[in-house]
């Protein structure tokens, strides 16, 4: 006892020694450039006032897989929106349907004052919204199930329609003068990226080609891209499905000595400077923060005066909006704050 | 295994063994024989196959800047495969492997743009981090006696959380701010994550690295002492211990060593990508592992190489690059990569079973 006690102390005193040279060394090792320190200098965020309605509760059940940027920013609109209107918001999410349909059951079981759901897969969500419906919660959409939403009786949909997107998408491409493109696709069989591929390659009159690549492992993205651009060097555009996935195409265009350029959906902080900087030529915006923040701001707004946009017949659409060289320039000081 | 086989009477090699078997068990069976023994061989030849049939099926292959990419994907795989490929000849499991990587980028990244200081802060930290998880993987699976399995799932969900949480509570998103124009990136860049120009191509850094790692690797396990009690704890805790050699140590080591790996490769996605998604790495502990075993490690410890998992790495990086340089149906990408991985590692079983048995 006594020898481990003894040996015990005798150890901490290196640990102390490290951690106080460690100390001392961050004091002399600043960064003269970037960090905290700039992004601090340029600009603040802004709030506004509050809602005196009462105090109200929303659940709002995503289909996002942990980590993803493009929901944390609707996760962001929908904060906003809550603090706005006097509202407690529960989050929750499960990539798999039926873990997500157990999620909303969930916020019936607490008894919300309304439920704001995305529907990536329509089938699996029937029966829990017509249970919320049963017990007289109102149900909006958001994001996926633009051709569902009506048929479930949710009570209006903020979205894009990705296969209107990717027809855009594919328009745009016409009109920049693509001839060949390769979609990637980060994440096999997810329906919306597929969707959008497909509207790609309904619009666009040159060829597309479909790739998929790990969306977990960056490397393997950017060395699989590399690859397919080395295996077929008429391709002239990449159409990337995620902002950090455009990102890393960049790098395998020049590790391919290709001359393809890049174009992507959904949008970051980091893109909008490479749009700037003009390595990734344009982007096609959903809004996500405005489908969060139109999700839960339409349950107050039904909750308190009885309104509903699209007068249950027609979606909200928030998307396509296209981003390029012309218009970065106003959309980046908010995408720097992670809200666009 | 050979020791109880005594003289095969039709062998060739008689008397006079080759200088460095003095031993005479070893002479006992045909070199070709006893070279096809060795665990990475059925890999070896595996990875041969794979890449001949890509030669053919697919025409870009043949350029060396396909190689370049080819060996580039493989080499961020083999590098965290060989220390995992060392554990698991040392007996144990690391699950946490895959999100350890992201961890320690997320450490470097968020510590160096928060307090606004030199990168080289950040990397020093991360790799303090990383041999702290490894550490705690180690002493958990230790002292416990617990399965290095259960205790790393459990690490590996920890990782995966606080990876999100941490960076979601300091950065208020899930990916880390660029630190490309901060001071130390363009060196940290050129160390972790430049390339080179031989003969008019690129090849990245990290291929070196990789061959110099399991050079490195293949030293320590087959010439040290080191080397020997990793085989020895892995083939049998007990006796290891009842002959003297210092179990708790080497297990630890070997974890530690798992994060150095993973901080290895952390700082190479960190300086390649600039930013780091906090969300990234799951699943990628099975393919280091799964590179390690094709590379002829056994699961249960005590048997493998270094240069196994090399192979195995290639081989994965070769089928996955191969499939997209032969432009097949990509819908089919996946099976593709299952059933040429099974193919390989039937090969593999076939080699070492018919050499070993005769």
């Not at chain 1, 490479?274 to 915006?285: E, L, P, R, S, Y």
């Not at chain 2, 086989?5 to 200088?19: D, F, L, Q």
């Not at chain 2, 990508?273 to 280091?288: A, D, H, M, P």
Request: aromatic residues 8%.
């Amino acid at each position: 006892m006594d020898r481990s006690s003894h040996r015990r102390s005798r150890r901490l005193v290196p640990v102390v020694a490290v951690a106080a040279a460690a100390a001392l060394t961050l004091a002399g090792c600043s960064s003269s450039s970037g960090g905290k320190k700039s992004e601090e200098s340029s600009g603040a965020n802004a709030s506004a006032g509050k809602a005196t309605t009462p105090r109200m509760t929303v659940a709002l059940v995503t289909h996002q897989s942990p980590g993803d940027t493009f929901w944390d920013i609707v996760r962001k609109g929908a904060e906003a929106a809550a603090a706005k209107d006097n509202i407690k918001l529960v989050y929750s999410a499960d990539p798999n349907a039926g873990n997500q349909a157990n999620l909303v059951q969930n916020a019936i079981d607490q008894k919300v004052d309304g439920i704001a759901v995305t529907l990536a897969k329509p089938d699996a969500m029937k029966d829990v919204v017509a249970k919320a419906k049963s017990a007289n919660i109102p149900v909006v959409g958001l994001n996926s199930g633009l051709s569902d939403w009506k048929k479930l009786g949710l009570l209006e949909f903020f979205g894009q329609d990705e296969t209107v997107a990717g027809e855009a998408f594919g328009k745009k491409l016409n009109d920049v003068g693509a001839k060949h493109t390769v979609c990637v696709i980060q994440e096999q069989g997810n329906v919306g990226l597929t969707q959008r591929c497909d509207g790609v390659k309904k619009t666009f009159s040159g060829k597309t080609d479909v790739l998929y690549v790990n969306g977990t492992d960056m490397p393997s993205v950017k060395s699989t891209i590399t690859a397919k651009l080395k295996q077929d060097s008429s391709i002239d555009y990449v159409t990337a499905l995620g902002a950090p996935y455009a990102l890393t195409a960049v790098q395998s265009v020049s590790d391919a000595g290709s001359k393809a350029k890049v174009a992507t959906f959904d949008l970051n902080k980091d893109l909008t400077t490479a749009i700037n900087k003009g390595t990734i030529q344009f982007a096609v915006d959903q809004q996500p923060y405005l489908q969060g923040y139109l999700a839960i701001d339409s349950l107050w707004l039904y909750k308190n005066n009885g309104n509903y946009s699209g007068g249950g017949e027609q979606p909200v659409l928030t998307g396509p909006a296209f981003v390029d060289k012309s218009n970065v320039e106003q959309i980046a000081k908010y995408a720097a704050n992670g809200t666009r | 295994m050979s020791m109880t086989r005594h003289a095969e009477p039709a062998v060739a090699t008689p008397p006079a063994p080759g200088p460095k078997e003095t031993d005479g068990r070893t002479s006992e069976r045909p070199l070709a024989l006893r070279l096809l023994a060795r665990p990475e061989v059925g890999v070896f030849l595996g990875a041969a196959a794979v890449y001949v049939f890509f030669l053919i099926a697919a025409p870009p292959v043949r350029d060396g800047g396909s190689m370049a990419t080819i060996l580039y994907q493989s080499s961020t795989i083999g590098i965290m495969a060989l220390p995992v490929a060392l554990l698991m000849i040392g007996g144990e499991f690391d699950l946490s492997a895959g999100v350890a990587v992201i961890t320690s980028a997320l450490t470097a990244s968020m510590l160096s743009y928060q307090l606004t200081l030199n990168v080289w802060v950040g990397v020093i930290a991360a790799l303090i981090v990383s041999l702290a998880v490894g550490f705690f993987n180690g002493w958990m699976v230790v002292k416990t006696g617990l399965p290095s399995f259960l205790v790393t799932l459990g690490t590996f969900l920890i990782l995966q959380g606080a990876n999100l949480a941490v960076t979601k509570l300091v950065t208020t998103n899930v990916a880390t701010d660029d630190i490309s124009n901060m001071d130390g990136f363009d060196q940290a860049r050129k160390i972790f994550a430049s390339s080179f120009d031989i003969g008019g191509v690129q090849v990245k850094i990290t291929v070196f690295y990789w061959l110099v790692f399991a050079a490195l690797a293949t030293w320590v396990l087959l010439r040290t002492r080191y080397g020997n009690w990793i085989f020895a704890v892995g083939g049998n805790k007990d006796s290891a211990r009842a002959v003297g050699v210092p179990v708790t140590f080497t297990k630890i080591s070997l974890f530690m060593l798992v994060g150095v790996g993973a901080w290895f490769v952390g700082m190479h996605q960190l300086f390649t990508f600039n930013t780091v998604q906090s969300g990234e790495g799951v699943g990628q502990e099975l393919i280091y592992i799964a590179a390690a075993v094709i590379g002829g490690c056994l699961l249960t410890g005590g048997y493998g190489s270094a240069i196994g998992p090399v192979f195995g790495a290639f081989m994965f990086g070769m089928v996955n690059q191969g499939i997209v340089f032969a432009g097949w149906n990509p819908d089919w990408f996946k099976a593709f990569l299952g059933v040429m991985l099974l193919g390989a590692v039937l090969i593999n079983l076939w080699v070492r079973q018919s050499a070993t048995r005769r």
